[in-house]
């Protein structure tokens, strides 16, 4: 359940900047307004995410179905927008497919820079940001004090951003094919093995598949650089369980 609603959450961040996107060539064609696309991508991102939430608790509904119901109706509206503008045709399939060879250099840098601070503030919240993963991702636990509270709200920060983030610079596929193509290989791979090893396994996996998709794409050309990276790293999970 908390696997689609990521898928949704990046959704709304798309939908967020194609939005964005519409107001600027609409109303200020001659100007770059992408901190507003930013904005509003962060901003469609929160809203879904905490109003399905409340949505959820209050009409006793399915998650599964209600998230799948969300992301049907915010790639409806995605390409609803994209069609009546169609300058934001080439912008739409860089949201769901990227493009890593269109990135132009401020957004990897902005990239780089923020994904190095959320991985330093992982490494060092270690502990604490994989017991707010499991309690609010895997078993759906509340915070049990004020300490636990304030945690929580920091991790909802930064997941939102980041996925808001990447799913504008790198694209939909690439950002859920690193999220969950690695830690399910993981678990196919192995059997009664610790987190810590899982975790392991999962991060070479996303960092293998990635260079190995990279350079397969520069050598045959006519292949897209994303979905390669897809199937490189399903195809490198498979080979470890074979081996």
């Known amino acids: 359940e908390r696997a689609v609603q990521t898928l949704v959450l990046s959704q709304s961040s798309s939908f967020g900047a194609l939005l964005g996107l519409a107001i600027s060539l609409s109303y200020f064609p001659e ?5 507003l696309a930013f904005g509003l991508a962060i901003l469609t991102a929160t809203i879904v995410y905490f109003q399905s939430e409340q949505l959820i608790v209050a009409h006793y509904v399915s998650k599964s179905s209600f998230f799948i119901f969300l992301y049907l109706a915010l790639l409806s509206c995605s390409h609803m927008i994209s069609a009546a503008i169609p300058a934001l045709e080439s912008h739409t399939s860089r949201f769901i497919f990227g493009d890593l060879a269109t990135m132009n250099d401020s957004e ?20 604490i940001s994989v017991r707010m993963a499991f309690k609010e ?5 509340r915070a049990e004090n004020r300490e636990e509270a304030k945690n929580e709200r920091i991790f909802k920060l930064i997941f939102l951003i980041y996925v808001s983030l990447v799913t504008q610079t790198l694209g939909l596929l690439f950002t859920m094919s690193l999220l969950f193509i690695p830690t399910t290989m993981a678990l196919l791979s192995q059997r009664n093995v610790s987190l810590r090893r899982h975790q392991s396994l999962a991060a070479r996996l996303a960092l293998t598949g990635t260079l190995i998709g990279i350079l397969t794409s520069l050598i045959f050309t006519q292949l897209p650089t994303v979905p390669t990276v897809a199937v490189m790293t399903i195809a490198l999970g498979f080979f470890i369980s074979w081996v």
């Open 108 to 127: 990897a840098w902005i990239t780089i820079a923020f994904s190095g601070l959320v991985l330093v503030y992982l490494s060092t919240h270690r502990q």
């Open 31 to 35: 100007q770059n307004f992408t901190s």
């Open 137 to 141: 991702i895997v078993l759906s636990l």
